[in-house]
Each structure stands twice: as C-alpha cells, then as structure tokens.
T-cell receptor, first 108, second 114 residues
C-alpha cells in the first residue's frame, strides 16, 4: 500500500501566487521527503524533513510536518511558470514509497 | 546531472527482444533501486539492492531480471516483455537502504514495447 498520498491531485494557479500541497501517511516515519518531477524526467529531491522537525525552508519552499496528524505540507511561494511539474512526497519507514503526486500548473 | 546516469534514454523493443537498461551512480551510495512509472499510476518499487545484495523484490514478473555487479552499477535485463510493460523506468540510489538521507534519481529510460 502507498505510504505517502498527496492532495490535491491537480492544482492550477497564476504566476506569483502561492501553491500548497499536502501529504498524508499511515505509519511512523523517520523522515519525509518531497520531490519534483518534470514531465517524462526523473524525480528531483527538494527537501527532507526529519520526524523531530516541524518546519523547514529552502528558498521559496516551506515544508511543515505534523507527526500527530501524520501529514506534511509543501508551500511554494511566489510561484513561477517553471514550477509547473508533479510533486511527490515519500516517507521513510524502512523503505520509501511514493504517492500519486500533485500536478501543479503555473500559468504565466 | 544528478550523479545517477541511466542509459538509454529511450528504448523501443519488440516482445521477443532481449535488452538491458543500465544505471550508474557516482555518489558513493550503498543502495540502488529500480522503479516503474506507468501513466496514471504511482511509482512502483521493483527491486532494491544494498551493498550489491538484492534485499527486495516486489512481486516483479520474471521477465524483468536485475543485476548489480558492484555498488556503482545496476542493470535491468528485459526479455519477452508485454505491451503493458511500456513505462518510464527510473533508477535511484541512496546512502543507506533506509533512505535516511533521501534518494537521488536518474532521468529514466522511456521504454515502449511493440
């Protein structure tokens, strides 16, 4: 079964707006990771947050983790057309599995 | 470049052909993975190798045969595939098999079975 499940499945916004994606998981984790995938390409690691962290920043990315709710969110601020991609979360609980992803479209 | 290189980028093969996908990592990682990504399906973990030993095989049909000759190289040998095997095949590596530091992916091989 999938460990990480992203929500929403698809998100369409205008350039400059913020985009928020959510991830829920089922079991205890050591860390949670977010990845980006451009169409037909491999996944690119964006950010890793450990289970004892609540928030982490990297440039325009902000990730939060709520282990009590078994959920995480990825916020992309001031979005750009180049942010158009699919975004996946993956959890680490002995092995990593990925959800279906959120497809983000940023319109110029 | 991520440090994980996959070849070829694209492959078209007939159902009776035999071909191999290659993955090479220059990161000094100890674990390597094969994933399958089909249209409108989540990433499926196929095989996991840790220190050249296969540690996971997720009910993958025998027409897919992995090989890990050393910690830097991973192959996926293909034979008598079916059209439903057409997909993007992704290789990944990590420092440890638990993925405590995340995963690094290659660009993938787009496989089409005709």
């Amino acid at each position: 079964s999938q460990q990480g499940e992203e929500d929403p499945q698809a998100l369409s916004i205008q350039e400059g707006e913020n985009a928020t994606m959510n991830c829920s998981y089922k079991t205890s984790i050591n860390n949670l990771q977010w990845y980006r995938q451009n169409s037909g390409r491999g996944l690119v690691h964006l950010i890793l947050i450990r289970s004892n962290e609540r928030e982490k920043h990297s440039g325009r990315l902000r990730v939060t983790l709520d282990t009590s709710k078994k959920s995480s969110s990825l916020l992309i601020t001031a979005s750009r057309a180049a942010d158009t991609a699919s975004y996946f979360c993956a959890t680490n609980a002995g092995k990593s599995t990925f959800g279906d992803g959120t497809t983000l479209t940023v319109k110029p | 470049e991520t440090g994980v290189t996959q070849t070829p980028r694209h492959l078209v093969m007939g159902m009776t052909n035999k071909k191999s996908l290659k993955c090479e990592q220059h990161l000094g990682h100890n674990a390597m993975y094969w994933y399958k990504q089909s249209a409108k399906k989540p990433l499926e973990l196929m095989f996991v190798y840790s220190l050249e030993e296969r540690v996971e095989n997720n009910s993958v049909p025998s027409r897919f045969s992995p090989e890990c000759p050393n910690s830097s190289h991973l192959f996926l040998h293909l034979h008598t595939l079916q059209p439903e095997d057409s997909a993007l095949y992704l290789c990944a590596s990590s420092q440890d098999r638990e993925g405590n530091y995340g995963y690094t992916f290659g660009s993938g091989t787009r496989l089409t079975v005709v």
